[in-house]
């Protein structure tokens, strides 16, 4: 008894060391994330971001969820009726994707308001659960997101993109299935050493006014060698069009670039500055 009980105040202790590191890269990381929030809030993340050496989110998950397979991650489901804005009677509403199986890393999400950014609050009661052993009472944090409009039919909510995985993300137009995804930057594809991910690590939605048919997305990129910022406006409909503005700020000379890569059924409209 008295190893077992040492061994679990050991992993209590491992634990809650990990647990305070990486709140503390996420403060350093995140730093100005909320409060007064304007068109170059996330270029002076990025660019700040990018004076430093590259320090990962948090990857770490409870033991319950740390190995989950693709159907057990599909069980678990965000609730349509907890998604953001879907009370505010507005063309889009937000759901979230739960960390676990390929997504692993803490993704942080903010939503804008009046000009003032919040994080959105995390709780397990967010989502249902096929296995109830899944459910984790933790602040977990979230993964991604998809956005929802009722692109098809009208009042019938249907997500039409989704941002979730590295800079990965993806949408549809009206009638229209998924197709390859986009991403927001590439480095060294195709290289026999390896090709390096850029990750999304925190995202702010703009909440849009009643009858306003587009949505403003902005994203911070981070990667061991850039940093980026990122504006999407996006609209829905027979062509669904992206209008994206990317600034890079490279902490390392990169060789074997790639800047939005086109998505399949969609419009995509970069324009790109590097720092």
């Known amino acids: 008894m008295r190893v077992g009980a040492g061994a679990t105040l050991a992993t209590l202790a491992q634990t809650s060391v990990r ?10 990381v995140l730093a100005g994330a909320t409060g007064a929030f304007d068109d170059g ?10 004076s430093a050496p590259y320090k990962g989110p948090d990857q770490s998950l409870p033991k319950a969820i740390e190995n989950l397979n693709f159907d057990q991650y599909r069980g678990i489901a965000y609730r349509e009726d907890r998604a953001l804005w879907h009370s505010d009677n507005l063309a889009f509403d937000v759901e979230f ?8 890393p803490r993704i942080e999400i903010f939503e804008v308001n009046d000009g003032q950014s919040a994080a959105v609050p995390y709780s397990s009661d967010l989502f249902t659960y096929s296995d109830p052993a ?4 933790q602040d977990l944090g979230f993964a991604g997101l998809r956005l929802r409009t009722a692109i098809n039919t009208p009042g019938v909510m249907e997500e039409f993109c989704v941002f979730l995985g590295a800079s990965y993300f993806r949408a549809v137009a009206k009638g229209q299935n998924y197709g390859l995804s986009a991403r927001g930057f590439a480095n060294g594809t195709g290289d026999p ?10 995202f702010w939605l703009e909440k849009p006014q009643p009858n306003v048919k587009s949505v403003v997305i902005h994203a911070l990129m981070d990667s061991p060698s850039v940093t980026g910022a990122f504006s999407f406006t996006i609209r829905p409909g027979d062509t669904t069009v992206f209008d994206v503005q990317s600034t890079f700020f490279p902490r390392t000379a ?12 969609s419009t ?7 720092t």
């Open 134 to 137: 899944l459910e984790v009472q």
């Open 268 to 274: 995509l409209m970069p324009t790109t500055t590097t």
């Open 97 to 104: 994707f739960p960390r676990g199986f390929l997504y692993k």
């Open 19 to 28: 647990q305070a590191k990486a709140q503390d890269n996420k403060a350093q």
């Open 254 to 265: 990169i060789q074997q670039p790639g800047v939005a890569p086109l998505p399949a059924c």
């Open 193 to 202: 050493k390896g090709e390096e991910f850029a990750l999304f690590r925190a």
């Open 41 to 50: 809030t996330v270029r002076q993340i990025a660019k700040r971001l990018a």
